[in-house]
Each structure stands twice: as C-alpha cells, then as structure tokens.
C-alpha cells in the first residue's frame, strides 16, 4: 500500500465519480425496496443465503423446493393461501433483485476502495469517512435480515420499528455517500458560499429525514390504508383516536390514527420549510449554481407532497408508493446539493 498522495484533480474526480455512482446504487436499491414493502414480498424468501442467496432458481425443482419452503411460512398460511407457484414467482423475483442488488452494492465498494487505498489516493480523513460507509452498508445487510426475520413469526407482519431502521438506515447511507462525492468533488462551496444557507439547508435536511422515518412507521402499520381523505381524517382534522392508545409514548408510534397524522403535520412542515427555503434566492447572486439549486428545493417540496396526497387519496398505488419514496430521496438530495454548494470555507 502506497503513502497517501498529494491532491490530485484527475484522481479526485475518479474517487468522486466512483462515489456519486455509488450514491446513485443506493437509491435504486431505496426504490425497488420500496416496490418490495408494497408488493409484500419481502416474506417470500425465508432464509437467508449469504453465498448460495445469490443464485436463482434454475429449474422446476428449484422452484418446487422455494416454493414448498414458502408454504410453511406464517405468510402463505395466513395471507397467500392457495397462492399458485407463478403468482409465488412474481413476489420472489422482487425480493430476490432486492437483496442481490445489495450484494451488488458490496462488490461495487469494496474492490474500488481496496484499489483507491492501495493507490494512496485516499487521505486519512476520507479513509476513516469510507471505512464507516463500509460498516453502515455491511450494518444494513444485518438490519435487513432482521427486519424479514420479524415477519416470519406467528403475525406474518415486520416490524414497523424495524422496517423504519432499515429505510432511515438506507436513506443515511445515501446522503452520507452523496454528500461525501459533493465535498470530493471539490462542488463543496462551489456556490460562492453561504453561511446563512448552508445552515438552513442542514435543518431542512434533518426535517426532511425526520418526515422520512414517520412515514416509514405509516407504511409499516400499513396506515396508509385508512382515513383516506385529505386534510381531514374521518371529519375531523384530528381524528377522534389520536389517542386511542392514551397519552402514552406507545400510541404516537403504535396508534395507527396519530402515526397517519402525525406524518400528515411533519409533510406539512417539511413543505412549507422547502418553500421558506427558496427565499434564500434572494440572498444569492443571479447565474450562481447555488441560486439554481436552492430553487429547487421548494420544486422538491411541493411535487412530493401532492405526491403525499395523491398516494392517501387513492389508497397507496403501488406505483406512487414506490414513487412517492423516491421523491423523499430525491428532495434530500436538492437539499444537500443546495448545503453542498453553500459551505463556507470549503
């Protein structure tokens, strides 16, 4: 292994480029993640094979044997019953991508980081930064497994509080490897700098976040599927059983009716603060990048809450759950683009 080297641009851009493809992989694997949640098929595969996993079934035999595995799970006999093998093969197929494309996220990081270290083109600091996006990513295998494991019990349900680890974990790992390709890429402070917006863009970010993980715990508790109608939840704009569950720190987690609203007051929030944010426009010279991308943010904002809504309103499509969730990842990522370019001092 080679001494670190002195900056160098072409290197940098090599290192960078490496991480925003990474941070592009990551999100592919939030969205067909999601598509996996909605379609319920992340319980279709019962065991977890980290070598032998990675191979699909190659023949009649092979699908008889998933299959029959499939038919002694808590799933099929509750929910699935009289399922046929080819409607089995549908809800396989996707959690099998699922988890192969995180298997795929490992071979895409480790033999690059091996060869940027080897190289010495890694300094201290982004070693030790890569080195924790290394265990995040091998933590986030680990909380996935956990998280199916939780389904193949008696109540063939996962944990809602699993399930948002596991997306809140995802959506981490994300910004930490796009904010990581920003500041490599020397875009850090690439917008003349602000102060004033880099630190708006980082609370809105933390918003953003917080909005993602009450709505993971909406989609675990499938609370989507009730009081679907908007902005009032059965009459009222607060539900009759906000506290169901009584004033208890249970029920803001557990309570199907203050989950589903709470998450509708944070989108509501988080809304207004990415239209709030776009004021800093002002404050930015015209033909800044930085002035593009805090116009942007507000954009974001708006097209991902009436995504919000459409996706109660018509009872949580497939289609729009899945891209109602991108969209998430995406408005964290104008928000950190928008950070990105405003660091002072970088």
Same mark, same amino acid.
């Given at each position: 292994?080679?001494?670190?080297?002195?900056?160098?641009?072409?290197?940098?851009?090599?290192?960078?480029?490496?991480?925003?493809?990474?941070?592009?992989?990551?999100?592919?694997?939030?969205?067909?993640?999601?598509?996996?949640?909605?379609?319920?098929?992340?319980?279709?595969?019962?065991?977890?094979?980290?070598?032998?996993?990675?191979?699909?079934?190659?023949?009649?035999?092979?699908?008889?044997?998933?299959?029959?595995?499939?038919?002694?799970?808590?799933?099929?006999?509750?929910?699935?019953?009289?399922?046929?093998?080819?409607?089995?093969?549908?809800?396989?197929?996707?959690?099998?991508?699922?988890?192969?494309?995180?298997?795929?996220? =490992?071979? +895409?990081? /480790?033999?690059?980081? &091996?060869? *940027?270290?080897?190289?010495?083109?890694?300094?201290? @600091? !982004?070693? %030790?930064?890569?080195?924790?996006?290394?265990?995040?990513?091998?933590?986030?295998?680990?909380?996935?497994?956990?998280?199916?494991?939780?389904?193949?019990?008696?109540?063939?349900?996962?944990?809602?509080?699993?399930?948002?680890?596991?997306?809140?974990?995802?959506?981490?790992?994300?910004?930490?490897?796009?904010?990581?390709?920003?500041?490599?890429?020397?875009?850090?402070?690439?917008?003349? =700098?602000? +102060?004033? /917006?880099?630190?708006? &863009?980082? *609370?809105?970010?933390?918003?953003?976040?917080?909005? @993602? !993980?009450? %709505?993971?715990?909406?989609?675990?508790?499938?609370?989507?599927?009730?009081?679907?109608?908007?902005?009032?939840?059965?009459?009222?704009?607060?539900?009759?059983?906000?506290?169901?569950?009584?004033?208890?720190?249970?029920?803001?987690?557990?309570?199907?009716?203050?989950?589903?609203?709470?998450?509708?007051?944070?989108?509501?929030?988080?809304?207004?603060?990415?239209?709030?944010?776009?004021?800093?426009?002002?404050?930015?010279?015209?033909?800044?990048?930085?002035?593009?991308?805090?116009?942007?943010?507000?954009?974001?904002?708006?097209?991902?809450?009436?995504?919000?809504?459409?996706?109660?309103?018509?009872?949580?499509?497939?289609?729009?759950?899945?891209?109602?969730?991108?969209?998430?990842?995406?408005?964290?990522?104008?928000?950190?683009?928008?950070?990105?370019?405003?660091?002072?001092?970088?």
């Amino acid at each position: 292994m080679q001494a670190p080297s002195p900056p160098h641009p072409r290197r940098q851009t090599l290192v960078a480029a490496w991480l925003f493809v990474l941070s592009v992989l990551v999100f592919l694997m939030i969205v067909i993640g999601g598509a996996t949640r909605l379609t319920e098929s992340g319980l279709s595969i019962v065991e977890w094979k980290l070598v032998s996993g990675t191979i699909p079934p190659l023949n009649e035999a092979d699908w008889q044997a998933l299959f029959a595995e499939y038919r002694n799970s808590p799933q099929y006999r509750q929910i699935n019953a009289g399922m046929s093998l080819e409607d089995f093969k549908g809800i396989f197929w996707l959690e099998f991508i699922h988890r192969l494309w995180g298997r795929m996220l =490992g071979f +895409a990081f /480790v033999p690059p980081f &091996a060869f *940027f270290w080897w190289r010495g083109w890694l300094d201290r @600091a !982004l070693l %030790g930064r890569l080195a924790l996006a290394l265990i995040l990513g091998a933590g986030q295998g680990v909380l996935g497994w956990l998280m199916v494991k939780s389904g193949l019990v008696n109540d063939p349900r996962v944990s809602h509080y699993r399930l948002a680890a596991h997306l809140g974990l995802g959506i981490a790992i994300y910004g930490y490897l796009f904010w990581l390709a920003c500041s490599v890429s020397r875009v850090a402070g690439g917008g003349g =700098g602000s +102060a004033v /917006v880099f630190g708006r &863009a980082r *609370f809105l970010a933390a918003l953003v976040f917080l909005t @993602a !993980l009450s %709505g993971a715990l909406v989609a675990g508790l499938r609370a989507g599927m009730a009081y679907n109608t908007f902005p009032l939840m059965g009459g009222r704009l607060i539900p009759d059983d906000y506290l169901a569950y009584g004033a208890t720190l249970a029920n803001f987690f557990d309570n199907i009716a203050a989950v589903q609203f709470n998450h509708r007051v944070l989108a509501t929030v988080t809304a207004a603060a990415a239209v709030l944010f776009g004021l800093n426009i002002r404050r930015i010279p015209a033909g800044s990048r930085l002035r593009v991308a805090v116009a942007v943010v507000p954009i974001a904002g708006l097209i991902q809450y009436g995504l919000g809504v459409a996706t109660l309103l018509l009872q949580v499509p497939v289609s729009l759950g899945v891209l109602h969730q991108g969209m998430a990842v995406l408005l964290l990522t104008a928000v950190l683009w928008a950070a990105c370019l405003a660091r002072p001092g970088a």
